[in-house]
C-alpha cells in the first residue's frame, strides 16, 4: 500500500468489524435458514409442478397433494425465504450505514428461532390438511398459513425490525444514504401491508365481505411484492454496486425520482388480479394502471445501478456479488416489462387466469429479482461477518449459472407463453375447453425442468453456507473471485 | 430531504391508497343495498333473494384448504373483462330447448355466505362457479336416457336407477381419473374411509371394486365439500338494475 493509512481509516475499520462481530449469528441464522427454507421450498415446488403434468407422481398421498404442496410451496418460499433474507439484509445493511453495532443481536437470534418455529408449524398445518389439529392451510395467496401464524409472525417482525429503526435514530455521521431510505421505507411498509390484509382478510372476515376481501388478498400480495421484497432488494444493489465497483452512485436525482415514484405507485396496484370480479371496477383498473407504471421505478433504479457499473465489466465478472446484483437488476426490468404486459386490460383477458399469468410473474419477481439481490448481499455479506472467505468458486459459479438459466425458463414458459398461449385457448370459447388443457402440458414440464435446476443450484447454496456460518471458509485477505488470475501480490 | 420530510411523503403516499382501494371498499362492501325487482321493468316485486343451498361456509373452508382455488375460478366475468359468457355452461345454462338462457355474469350475492370468494388463481380446471347448475343438467338427462331404455317415463324411474349426482362428485374427488382418464386433478383419497361391508353395505359407499369385501365411503369432509359444490349455481334471474344481458327486457 502506497498510501498512508490515516488514523480515521484505521478507527473505520475496526467499527466495522465490530459492526460486523456484533452481528454475526443472526445474520447468519437468517441467511442459513432461510437458504434452508429455499431449497425446502424449491423441492415443493418442483413436485408440485410434477403433479400439475403427472398428477400420479409421488402415488397419491394427500400430503403431496397439489393443493396442498403448491400452498407450502409459496408458503416457504415467501415467509421461510424471502422474508428471512430480507431480515439478514436489512439488520446488517442498516447498523452499517447508521454506523451502529448491535447490541441487541441476541434478542434477534432468539427471536428468529420463533419466525422459524412458526414457519415450521404453518408448512406443516398446510401439508396435513382440513381437519389437522392446528389447524389447515387457508388457501389464500400469501396468507396460506392457519389464521393464528399472522399474529405470531407480526410480533417477531417488530422484535426484529425496531432495533434497525433505532439504529437510524441514533446513527452517526447524519447523512442519510439511498438504502437507508428504501429500509426505512420497507420496515414501515411491511407491518402496515401485514396487519392490514390479515385484520381485513381473516379476523374479520365475518364482518366484510367475501368479494372484497379476495380483492384485497389480491392487494396483499402485490404490496408485500412491491412494498417489502423490491425495497430490500433495491437498497442491497444501491449499496452493492457502489462498494464493488469503487464508485459514487450515478445520479442522486435518479435516485430520488425512483424512490418517491414507487412509494406513490406501488400500493395501488393489485386488484387487476381480480379484474371482472363484483367490486368496484375502479379498483381493479386502478390495479392495472399501477402494475404498468411500475416500469418508471424499476427503470430509474436500474438505470441508476447499471450506469454506476457501467465500464466496470471485469468487477461484474469477477465479484460474485455485483454479478448476482446486476443479474437482479436485469430481473427487475424484466418484472416490471412482464408485469406491465400482463396488466394491460387488454392483455389480462388472456393472462388473468391463465398458467403462469400471475404464478410465474410472481417467480420472475421472487426469484429472478429479489432472489438474485439476496444472493448478491449474501455472497458480499458473510465473509465480512464470518472474517472467512467462500470455500469454493466451483460452487458459487453453479448457483448462479443454474439459477439464471433455471428462472429465464421459468420465466419464459410460465410467464409469457404460459399466459397468452394458455388464456388464448381459454379465451378462444368456440374451442373446447379440453383444448386449453392439452396446451398446458408443454409449459408445466417446462416449470418443472426450470425448477429443478434451480432447486439443485440452492441445495448446494444452503450447504454452502452452513458450512461458512461453521468457520469452515478460507483465511483469506483476498475476495473470492469468479476467474482465475495471477495474483500480483505473492501471498506469504 | 431531511428525515422528517421523508416519514411525511411516506405516511402520505401510503395512507392515500390505503384510504382508496382498500380501507374504505372494504367499509362500503360491508353493507351493500340489496337490489330490488322492479315490477314495470322485472314484472315482479321483492327483494333480489338467491337461493343458497349446501354447506357453504364450512365447505368454502375446505374448497380452500385443499387448495382448489389454484386450478379452478368460480367468476363469469363481465365481457369488458373475458369471454366467460360465451363459454358454454361456464357462466350459465346457454340455450336448453326446455330452460332457456340462464347465463349471467357473477354479482356480489353469489357469495353469501363465504368469508373469502375463491375468485381463483388460474384455469387450470374447469370454472366452478356454476358445477351445481351442470351436474343438475346432465342428471335430468342422464335420467331421460336411463328412462328411455327401460322405456319408461323419467318420474317412474326408479330411484336406484336414477343418476346419482352426490355419488358422481364423490367419485372425481377420489380419483378424478376414473371419468376422465387426461384430468391433472388431484385424488382426495385420505377424506374417504375404507371399510367392511355388513349386510347390504353403506348407501353413499362408492361404485368402485375393492379387495376383500370392503367398501369405500366418502368420508365428512367430501361430503361437506360435495354439498358445497352441488350448491354453486351462480345463473339465473336478476333485477334489472343489476342485470347487463344484452337481452335484457326493456321496459313495456
Known amino acids: ?492 | 430531504m431531511t428525515v422528517k420530510t421523508f416519514f411525511i411523503g411516506l405516511i402520505a403516499s401510503f395512507a392515500l391508497p390505503w384510504l382508496a382501494v382498500v380501507a374504505v371498499p372494504y367499509a362500503t362492501m360491508r353493507a351493500v343495498e340489496i337490489p330490488q325487482f322492479d315490477l314495470s321493468k322485472d314484472g315482479k316485486e321483492g327483494a333480489y333473494t338467491p337461493v343458497k343451498s349446501g354447506h357453504v361456509t364450512f365447505g368454502s373452508t375446505i374448497y380452500g384448504a385443499e387448495g382448489c382455488a389454484q386450478c379452478h375460478s368460480q367468476l363469469a366475468r363481465p365481457t369488458y373483462a373475458g369471454n366467460d359468457l360465451g363459454r358454454p355452461d361456464l357462466a350459465g345454462i346457454a340455450k336448453d330447448p326446455d330452460i332457456g338462457d340462464t347465463r349471467r355474469e357473477s354479482n356480489l350475492w353469489d357469495y353469501a355466505g363465504e368469508p373469502f370468494a375463491w375468485i381463483g388463481e388460474t384455469r387450470m380446471g374447469p370454472d366452478l362457479g356454476n358445477f351445481g347448475r351442470r351436474m343438475e343438467i346432465l342428471a335430468l338427462k342422464e335420467n331421460k336416457v336411463r328412462a328411455e331404455e327401460l322405456g319408461i317415463k323419467v318420474v317412474d324411474l326408479p330411484q336406484a336407477e336414477k343418476f346419482n349426482i352426490v355419488t358422481s362428485v364423490n367419485l372425481h374427488l377420489y380419483d378424478p381419473r376414473i371419468g376422465n382418464y387426461s384430468s391433472i386433478c388431484q385424488s382426495n383419497k385420505s377424506l374417504f374411509e375404507t371399510k367392511k361391508v355388513y349386510g347390504q353395505g353403506a348407501v353413499n359407499a362408492l361404485p368402485i371394486e375393492s379387495n376383500d369385501g370392503q367398501q369405500i365411503i366418502p368420508g365428512e369432509k367430501v361430503l361437506t365439500l360435495t354439498s358445497y359444490l352441488l350448491g354453486l349455481k351462480r345463473d339465473g334471474e336478476v333485477p334489472s338494475s343489476i342485470n347487463y344481458s344484452r337481452n335484457k327486457k326493456s321496459s313495456k
Not at chain 1, 292 to 314: D, E, H, Q, R, W
Request: glycine share 10%; aromatic share 16%.
Open chain 1, 1 to 492: 500500500m502506497a498510501s498512508e493509512i490515516t488514523s480515521q481509516q484505521v478507527e473505520d475499520n475496526v467499527l466495522r468489524s465490530q459492526i460486523d462481530r456484533s452481528l454475526r449469528h443472526p445474520v447468519m441464522f437468517f441467511f442459513t435458514s432461510g437458504a434452508a427454507w429455499l431449497a425446502v421450498s424449491l423441492i415443493l415446488g418442483v413436485i408440485a409442478s410434477a403433479k400439475s403434468h403427472s398428477p400420479g407422481f409421488l402415488g397419491e398421498c394427500s400430503f403431496f397433494n397439489y393443493g396442498r404442496v403448491f400452498q407450502a410451496h409459496m408458503a416457504t418460499f415467501i415467509y421461510g425465504w424471502g422474508a428471512q433474507a430480507a431480515f439478514g439484509v436489512i439488520i446488517w445493511l442498516m447498523a452499517r450505514l447508521s454506523r451502529q453495532e448491535s447490541k441487541k443481536s441476541g434478542i434477534i437470534l432468539a427471536i428468529g428461532h420463533f419466525w422459524n418455529f412458526a414457519i415450521s408449524l404453518g408448512t406443516l398445518c398446510i401439508l396435513m390438511g382440513p381437519g389437522f389439529i392446528l389447524g389447515s392451510g387457508t388457501g389464500k395467496a400469501w396468507m396460506y398459513f392457519p389464521d393464528w401464524v399472522w399474529p405470531v409472525l407480526l410480533v417477531c417482525y417488530f422484535g426484529i425490525g425496531i432495533w434497525s429503526v433505532i439504529a437510524f435514530r441514533v446513527r452517526r455521521g447524519g447523512h442519510v444514504y439511498i438504502s437507508q431510505w428504501y429500509l426505512m421505507a420497507a420496515l414501515f411498509w411491511f407491518p402496515w401491508v401485514f396487519l392490514t390484509g390479515n385484520i381485513f382478510i381473516n379476523t374479520f372476515a365475518d364482518a366484510g365481505n367475501g368479494v372484497m376481501a379476495a380483492g384485497i388478498n389480491a392487494w396483499f400480495r402485490s404490496a408485500m411484492l412491491f412494498l417489502f421484497f423490491t425495497p430490500v432488494a433495491i437498497a442491497s444493489a444501491y449499496y452493492i454496486t457502489p462498494k464493488v465497483t469503487g464508485r459514487p452512485v450515478y445520479s442522486y436525482k435518479l435516485a430520488l425520482l425512483g424512490f418517491w415514484s414507487l412509494a406513490v405507485i406501488g400500493p395501488w396496484a393489485g386488484m387487476q388480479k381480480v379484474m371482472g370480479a363484483p367490486i368496484p371496477s375502479f379498483l381493479q383498473f386502478a390495479g392495472a394502471g399501477a402494475a404498468v407504471l411500475f416500469i418508471i421505478p424499476a427503470l430509474c433504479v436500474a438505470v441508476n445501478i447499471l450506469k454506476t457499473a457501467t465500464g466496470k465489466t471485469s468487477a461484474v465478472a469477477h465479484s460474485p456479488s455485483l454479478r448476482f446484483t446486476m443479474a437482479g437488476i436485469i430481473g427487475l426490468i424484466a418484472t416490471a416489462v412482464v408485469g406491465g404486459l400482463l396488466a394491460l386490460p387488454g392483455a389480462l383477458r388472456y393472462t388473468q387466469f391463465a398458467f403462469g399469468g400471475t404464478y410465474g410473474y410472481e417467480i420472475l419477481a421472487l426469484y429472478g429479482f429479489f432472489s438474485m439481490s439476496m444472493f448478491g448481499a449474501i455472497y458480499f455479506i458473510v465473509p465480512r461477518v464470518t472474517n472467512r472467505e467462500w470455500i469454493s468458486v466451483g460452487l458459487i459459479r453453479q448457483h448462479f449459472w443454474l439459477s439464471l438459466y433455471g428462472v429465464v425458463f421459468i420465466g419464459l414458459f410460465c410467464c409469457i407463453l404460459g399466459a397468452f398461449m394458455h388464456g388464448y385457448a381459454l379465451e378462444t370459447f368456440t374451442v373446447p375447453a379440453e383444448s386449453a388443457q392439452d396446451r398446458l402440458y408443454a409449459y408445466t414440464v417446462g416449470v418443472t425442468t426450470g425448477w429443478v435446476f434451480v432447486a439443485v443450484a440452492n441445495v448446494f447454496f444452503c450447504l454452502h453456507l452452513l458450512l461458512m456460518w461453521l468457520r469452515l471458509g478460507r483465511r483469506s485477505s483476498h475476495p473470492t473471485l469468479l476467474q482465475h488470475h495471477t495474483p500480483t501480490i505473492p501471498v506469504a
